[in-house]
């Protein structure tokens, strides 16, 4: 009788032991209030214009790169689509990384793709903390620049919500010239749109920007992001890029999303997302179970608890509830601390309806969850 042959002794041992990204899809639940993905609560209205599914789409659709140029002030070839910035953190690495030779640096709490990406590639992975106000350690960040061809910075940073300085920016920007590249990811930009790094590119032939219409466009669903950059960048990243990237329907709706009127209804969207924000900040801060609701320039708030205990009955007794936060307890310097995005008003009602619930009662709570 032959033995059973195990399929992953041919897989790479670098995937073999990776821990891949648990998006919030692949972490389930069953709600009606899903603020975990900072999604906009509300789906957009298109229908497809486009019927020609029987042929292949550009890879680089000429309408939806004349208007993304257009939208960020820059030149048609300084812009690549792709199948969201997810596909940029991966191309960038392709491009500029030697496997087992090169190393990323990035500044933990943030984005998990960063690592997985480079860990699917064999690419060494530098994680400098951030410090206690959540800054790049620029100190420890040019201690640690051997071997580094890219250096990825999210600003606003997720899941944090704060901006990084722009004096900080500047200081990895001259600290990397013509060593590495710097990738800023300006995902959550359109939430506080006078501290993009876009007019930073004359100056900075190194910097790249990466961006996408799954947050302020409210088309996460479509999956298209962006990347910015010079010429030259964008030319190395064609060549790496799938042949045709975007689904013909994605690059039909991208395309009616950045007309004047699909920029307008989003400019729309931000302010009542942000008035939102507001709203969700002030009542929680003044929640018993909570300790400190931390600045945000985005569409979510973290929000760190009073101790471990109510941290883990909030986020358990309103995933029970189908109120669906995201857990960020085991990201470093995030203890206690759950991310909220910001729903539709009724969506914050709710919410804090549930909150306040769970903090009159907690020493029940806490009896029952013991029991």
């Known amino acids: 009788m032959s033995t059973i042959f195990d399929i992953n002794s041919l897989a790479r041992e670098n995937v073999r032991k990776l821990v891949p990204y648990m998006s919030a899809r692949r972490l389930g639940g069953n709600g009606d209030i899903w603020l975990n993905a900072n999604e906009y609560p509300i789906a957009p209205d298109f229908q497809l214009t486009e019927n020609t599914l029987n042929r292949y789409p550009e890879c680089q659709p000429a309408a939806v790169i004349q208007r993304y140029a257009n939208y960020v002030g820059l030149q048609p070839e300084q812009v690549l689509v792709s199948r969201g ?4 953190i991966e191309l960038l690495i392709r491009v500029f990384c030697e496997p087992d030779r090169d190393a990323i640096l990035f500044c933990p709490p943030t984005y998990g793709m960063y690592s997985v ?3 699917t590639f064999g690419v060494e992975q530098k994680k400098i903390p951030v410090s206690a106000d959540w800054q790049p350690d620029i100190a420890a ?11 990825y910075i999210c600003s606003p940073n997720n899941p944090t919500g704060n901006l990084i300085d722009s004096a900080a920016l500047r200081q990895i920007l001259e600290l990397a010239r013509n060593r590495a590249i710097v990738a ?3 995902a959550y930009i359109e939430f506080c749109p006078d501290h993009t790094t876009t007019r930073w590119l004359q100056d900075y032939p190194h910097l790249v920007i990466l961006r996408t219409l799954s947050k302020a466009f409210a088309l996460a669903g479509l999956r298209c992001g962006f990347t910015l950059a010079s010429a030259d960048i964008i030319a190395l990243m064609l060549k790496v890029i799938a042949p045709y990237p975007l689904a013909t329907p994605v690059a039909d709706i991208a395309a009616q999303a950045l007309t004047e009127t699909g920029i307008n209804t989003m400019r729309n969207r931000v302010t009542e997302i942000v008035s939102n924000r507001i709203y969700l900040q002030q009542a929680l801060s003044k929640s018993a179970l909570v300790e400190k609701v931390f600045p ?3 569409n979510y708030i973290l929000v760190r608890f009073t101790d471990a205990e109510d941290a883990e009955i909030v986020f358990k007794m309103l995933w029970d509830q189908g109120i669906i936060l995201r857990d960020q307890r085991k990201q470093p310097g995030l203890e206690n601390c759950l991310r909220i995005t910001i729903g539709s008003r009724r969506e914050c009602e709710q919410l804090l309806s549930a909150i306040n619930a ?3 009662q907690p020493q029940q ?3 029952t969850e013991n029991s």
Do not use: M
């Open 365 to 367: 709570i806490k009896e």
């Open 117 to 119: 990406s480079a860990e």
């Open 358 to 360: 769970l903090s009159n």
């Open 184 to 186: 800023i990811d300006e």
């Open 141 to 151: 960040i040019a201690n640690n620049l051997d071997r580094v061809k890219l250096i």
């Open 85 to 88: 910035a997810d596909e940029s």
């Open 296 to 298: 945000s320039e985005t």
